[in-house]
């Protein structure tokens, strides 16, 4: 299986406090973990050649792992367009926190995907209400951060095929912080927390759940559809 | 209620079968129909200069009826943004048979929407499996079509929040004929019958369920979430 | 329309702290708010003959609203299965609160329809996340709740076919407060405020979506399905 | 992995054509190409004392197969209840065919789970309209089959979690063919095809299905929900 982390890459440089938390870029904290369990991780970054995803690896991708925040517009259309017709195709895509206003998560959802935040250092409880939910192995009945950004509902997304996670925020809000939904092929995974100012994906659990979701979204060998014009299978 | 039906408009123009079977336009057969159970029913059509949807026409209807086919390039972005917009605020959408591959219905699905398709007069026989929604009210267990274009599986859709009918064809295909789907306050319903060269849409079921569908959809009094920073509601 | 409250009525007769809230019961409070909008509307207890669910009581309604909690193993199995009878056959079903014990609520569902709880006068705040629903119709983004009993998560359920509501208590659990689900050719609420020491069903908002939940349950005109043996309606 | 298949086993003793199609049964057959792929692979069937379903043996099965049709009535209470237990705890349940019928599948639905059907040598032809799904493994987009018992909608079931296939019948009908649920831990899925007297479950396709079907219902480590009063996280 070939894992792909993508990250922006532009709080890391230019925010000590965040360069601190993720010397190696989040991608690099992110990539290191899944090697623990994974053998072909790579990364790319917004500001490599295509973004570092080329039609090459793109081809090879299995799994893309997307994280964004301040420059979803920097995202060219021409590569959206790419990782969607790869994830139609089967590619399972894990969109992370703010990735939320993703080009590639917007133009899936086909929605706003807006929500509320807030950057205040909210505790956050993430509670499991799917149980037989394979991303929810290894885990216990929830994930206590304690500071995470408050996102809160309204999420403007589809209903999800499947809900995973509620947040609970301190400040009073709530939140469907893990949820699943196919398009194509392909099988996307949504895990909330993950803000740059906070040691979130050095966190066991949230490791495990970002682990257990590539698992569940990669590609397998399922039926590939045709379409267009079809000759009548029986005397009509 | 305003209803809008909005008609590509070409078939009619130029296919002689087409227009003995909709000499007012596939548009003014269901606006006709319509008229029997609403008082607001006006028509629009794609070479009306924005397509007959103005700003001013949009921001006051309630339920948007899409029929196109040949022509959904020459559909403006533009207009299909500020459709898109209206629909996220809370306008329904009836989504007609070859609509399927209309941009305002793929965008709001973040899929391909492409099917199988055949033009061979088969048979279809359109069976209700959700018979709790108000859509199907006052029809039986079927609707049977003695021609119709077949639509084949696999429809590239995300799962559908509620299957209301699948149809069986003569040729030996299956379709999820009968769909709903949420995207932010608004609700849309995509309806597979309806090929120009059939007079689908003079067939009383097939116009109860459009009327249905219409209730169903219509906008409503719900709450307008707001999006954005927002100040804690407790104490953190 | 016809609906009946039913009420296990036993807490407000032994508990003083209850009557005082409830001086005509629980189903007196529901009942009165419903005649606002409603003309027939009736209430029913545990401890008249056959519950105050005779053949002909039920074969009258359109829907019925269930409060249970000390008494669940008290409802006569034949009355559930009556009831449950009715609502395959298309009666709506709103229930309340700890009625998620219920006997009916649990043979629906298939499941334990657990869950945790605390009575330590928690705040709760109950955030929409569906915002195209009727049920939620004349209120706000949230409902908040000074008191109320917690209700947390996992609660024991299918997954539901609507999500409305998610409940954030001030002890740091959520729960999936308001969701519906599809059984037969009926419609079933499940709506968790109303814990009996608190003032709860006094709430505008509170009675507004037991409103809405009504409307939106009650029998309609849809296609009731034959079952068995069935000729072919095509040459095998 | 520890995967029991369970049968009725009264067609195969009674009826020559069954026995010559099944003569080590339906679960010899059925156990035997799940060998090649499993390793701990047993038999259970309805004559044996508790049904062959003792609690040593419930306790330790990750999956159960059910396979019922004339004698669901003898099953016993007590057994369908320690079975319905086991799959809350997180049990995989696999139902086939005329086991929609069985006890175990209609207590965890909640519905009257009756259908249409005919024995007359229809052909069925089950398409995959979830091409994401594992259950789809190493199948085309179809599955033919030349003879097999009509299942015909309305299919009285909740709305499934997933769709997986919809059969088309040749005398002009379709059915659910292939869908999940989940309840409590347990994963559930329901597989149409299986008539006694066609060789259904000796074609490869449907062994391929049914081979992965026990895989995604695998029991796993997913946490287990605590239940009951439960002590405020955070200072209320």
Redesign the interface.
Known sequence: MNIVVWNEYRHEKKDLEVAEIYPNGIHGTIAAFLQEDYENVKTATLDEPEHGLTDEVLANTDVLIWWGHLAHDEVSDEVVEKVKHRV?E?MGLIVLHSAHFSKIFK??????C?????E????E?L????????I??????YIELEQEE?Y?????I??P???IF?????????F?SGAT???????IFYFQPGHETHPTYHHKDIQQVIKNGVRWAAS???????????????Q?
Do not use: C
Request: charged share 25%; aromatic share 10%.
């Open positions: 139609l089967g133009t899936l959802m086909g929605t706003g807006d929500l509320k935040w807030r205040a250092g909210d505790k409880r509670w499991v209400v799917d149980p037989t939910h394979p929810t192995e290894g885990i216990g009945q408050m809160g509902e309204h999420f403007d589809p209903a095929d499947e809900l509620i947040g609970w925020f301190s400040g009073g809000e709530v469907r939904f196919k398009r194509g092929k392909g099988k397998i060998n399922t039926p590939t559809p045709t379409y267009g014009n079809h000759k009548a299978l029986e009509i």
